[in-house]
């Protein structure tokens, strides 16, 4: 008999088992509605891979990751070229984490996953609020005639929730029409407090890694200079960590553009502190 030892693809520190485990952990390797630069929908394996190099205890929180406790699920499989089909297939097993008392953690994959996240957590939080954190305004219509696209994602989720309970942070590139939208409604802020009118309320954090600079993460579809730096970014979470947060994502890391590894790295330690705001 074979005796090990044997290497762990799955996060570490992850409950094994899903029945005890409070968060679910969810892959999500889609990009197949990619404007400029393919390849995020390498990254929930990379991440895994690189999540063996972390501590398990956060400077940040004084936690462990084993406090957590959350479930690594592995990857969804997707149908090829079918972005209607894969959406599908997402929003059904979001659906089953929350009917068995649970919160999802996505690891995309491009921003579009999203969309079927919310529209399956807005069906058990009817006063589902949305933080998002991001480079792009992600308020568009549609892109190129296509409105299932990670230009949109947030413009329609914000039309399931009611953009009155959206904000955005860390938003520099968009379309005009796009900021008069975030004007109209208000959905732009730049100081943690601005958040306090969610305090009260279940809310699901949507983290774009391009919403940090280019100089901390290059490994990105669409990288946007003039972003967070990694300390801002972990204080907007200590932050939020005194919200009710119901679920989260982190999106669009593209591993291949960084071949040092650099971004991967950095993209799995957001993702370690933000499970600790959970």
Known sequence: ???????????????PDYQTSDIVMLGMPFDGTVSYRSGSRFAPE????????LEEYSPYFDKHLDDCNFHDAGDLEFPLGNTVKTLQVIEDNVREIYKD???????????????????????FYKDLAIVHFDAHTDLREE?????????????????????????????????????????KYNTLIHEPHELD?????????????DVLDTSIMPGTGTPEVGGMDFKELANWFKYLSKFNIVGADVVEL?????????????ATKVIRELLMAM
């Open 197 to 209: 009118c969610f305090k009260d309320r279940p809310i699901f954090v949507t983290v774009d890694l």
């Open 254 to 266: 593209a591993p291949d553009y960084d071949n040092s590894g650099a971004s991967t790295a950095v």
């Open 46 to 53: 990379q991440i895994r891979l690189a999540s063996w190099g």
């Open 101 to 123: 008392g649970k919160r999802v953690f996505g690891i995309g994959g491009e921003h579009l996953v999203t969309l079927p996240e919310i529209k399956a957590v807005s069906e």
């Open 1 to 15: 008999m074979l005796k090990g030892p044997f290497l762990d693809r799955n996060w570490m520190a992850q409950n």
């Open 143 to 183: 892109y190129m005639g296509e409105a299932l696209s990670h230009s949109a994602v947030i413009r329609h989720s914000a039309e399931i929730v009611g953009f009155e309970n959206l904000k955005q942070i860390g938003i520099r590139s968009g379309m005009k029409e796009e900021f008069e939208l975030m004007k």
